[in-house]
């Protein structure tokens, strides 16, 4: 681990002037990292993350009412609105955690909440309820990490489930890539649920372009190439562009399998595109009247758990491929890190993005490099740029950005060789932790499995006492989270 107090390093560190100023601020000569680093880190973070710009508009919202998602008064959200506060919550809740925070962890709208929005929530309540009840889970989350209740937590997770944490997240990341770059893809049946590419083939075009990506920044990292990453991504979507310009496959708009997976790359015949920030202060607290105190409170549950973990999950995973962990998993600025992921769902849930939370993404820029915030300040300029230059985001296509995913999955999953086997009762928490993630599309159902088995299994292997209170109330919230169904079920009734 890079300690950020070291005074060899710090001793370099520039006394005076601007650029030292700013150096002493980020510890980035403290952390063993450069200008060029942290910059190249900065851009690659945003490449791999841009995509959010085009996907939370189809998630959240339509081009017409007859292909959007409309809530329960048929009320829908407009996507170049959307796309608009989509851009703008990212770049100001990436440059303000990377300022307060100083960590090299990108934000923008988490794809667990809006799709969770989007087919469960909008069915009852109107968008703008929705939102409000996004913002509620934000405030909350504020106020867990204001008191230290969420950092204290964090601190009662043990060691061994942290890093587990960090390798499952290191399988998502890689399965996430996969499952983009149309390499893995759903059978349609029951068993095998999915399938290598469409039906055993993976000669499609974009899935090609995936894999010249992954072996080209494979060779790359082998070869310990400076800025590896971003080399690979430049240059497969510049074979991304030139194939599509012969080939012209065209996105697969969910009936063309051999198509790209979200946009073609292609060069855009306009730059500019003015942003349209309509949603702002589109938020209503009317869903404790339409669907009632306890329907509302679930909901908001929900939410809070989801987000309130995943956060963590991610926080811990990036930390520790960043080097910034001590021995317990804890990194710098915790606290502050923990009521800045919060005020990402206040601020999401305001302008009607959904809640902002760190992106595992972000690991794509630590592999490159980044250990500081200032790489943080490059992403989210560049997401602000993004607001008014939206068709530039859409040349790099998905494929080629899931190619890094699973560089940067392989590199977290290399973390397992820290973990104990020589104890089941470690064993089956951490492999529970390891595989849920991935198999159910969710970081926070992984660390729930991970702290019911780890207190129910080691508490009946004889070391109840080792297990902090804390963990036991955790888990047993993680219990109501996992049957939160019929409990829902009880209420309506």
Not at 160 to 189: C, E, N, P, W, Y
Not at 342 to 368: D, H, K, Q
Not at 384 to 398: E, H, R
């Amino acid at each position: 681990m890079i300690s950020s107090t070291d005074t060899t390093t710090s001793a370099r560190s520039p006394k005076s002037g601007l650029k030292g100023r700013f150096d002493r601020y980020f510890e980035i000569t403290g952390r063993g990292s450069s200008w060029s680093r942290e910059i190249r880190g900065g851009v690659v973070t945003f490449v791999t993350m841009a995509y959010i710009v085009i996907l939370n508009p189809l998630i959240l919202g339509g081009f017409s009412a007859d292909q959007a998602t409309l809530d329960v008064a048929g009320g829908w959200l407009p996507n170049a609105q959307v796309a608009a506060v989509t851009a703008l919550t990212a770049g100001v809740m990436t440059i303000l955690f990377g300022v307060i925070a100083r960590l090299p962890f990108g934000f923008a709208a988490g794809l667990g909440i809006n799709s969770f929005l989007a087919a469960s929530v909008v069915g009852q309540i109107t968008w703008p309820e929705a939102m409000g009840l996004v913002l509620i889970n934000g405030l909350i989350i504020v106020l867990l990490s204001s008191t230290g209740l969420r950092a204290m937590i964090f601190d009662a997770v043990p060691q061994q489930l942290k890093i587990a944490i960090t390798v499952g997240i290191g399988f998502f990341i890689a399965f996430i890539g996969l499952v983009d770059s149309g390499f893995v893809r759903s059978s349609g049946a029951a068993s095998p649920p999915v399938q290598l590419g469409d039906n055993g083939s993976v000669v499609t075009l974009p899935t090609t372009v995936f894999v010249i990506g992954l072996i080209l920044t494979g060779i790359l990292l082998a070869r310990k190439v400076k800025a590896a990453l971003l080399i690979g991504i430049v240059a497969t979507t510049v074979i991304a562009v030139i194939l599509e310009a012969i080939f012209k496959v065209g996105p697969s708009l969910g009936t063309n399998p051999a198509g790209w997976n979200l946009n073609a790359p292609v060069l855009p015949t306009s730059l500019v595109a003015a942003p349209d920030f309509g949603l702002i202060g589109q938020v209503s607290f009317g869903a404790f009247e339409r669907i009632g105190v306890l329907a509302a409170v679930m909901l908001v549950f929900t939410l809070v758990f989801t987000n309130f973990f995943d956060a963590m999950g991610t926080m811990t995973g990036l930390a520790n491929e960043a080097g910034l962990s001590d021995k317990k998993g804890n990194f710098p600025r915790l606290k502050s890190a923990l009521i800045v992921e919060g005020v990402g769902a206040v601020v999401g849930g305001a302008a009607s993005a959904s809640s902002n939370t760190v992106f595992i993404e972000s690991g794509a820029g630590i592999g490159e490099g980044a250990r500081t915030g200032f790489a943080n300040v490059v992403t989210g300029v560049l997401f602000l740029a993004a607001m008014f230059f939206t068709p530039l985001t859409q040349i790099v296509p998905l494929e080629v950005a899931a190619s890094a995913l699973v560089i940067v999955g392989a590199l977290m999953v290399s973390q397992i060789r820290h973990i104990d086997f020589g104890e089941f009762s470690i064993v089956l928490p951490v492999f529970l932790t390891i595989v849920i993630m991935p198999l159910t599309y969710s970081i926070a159902n992984g660390i729930g499995a991970g702290f019911i088995s780890w207190v129910l299994v080691r508490s009946f292997s004889g070391k109840a006492k080792a297990i902090s209170p804390l963990l036991w109330i955790v888990a047993a919230g993680f219990l109501v989270y996992f049957v939160r169904g019929p409990i829902e079920v009880l209420l309506a009734g």
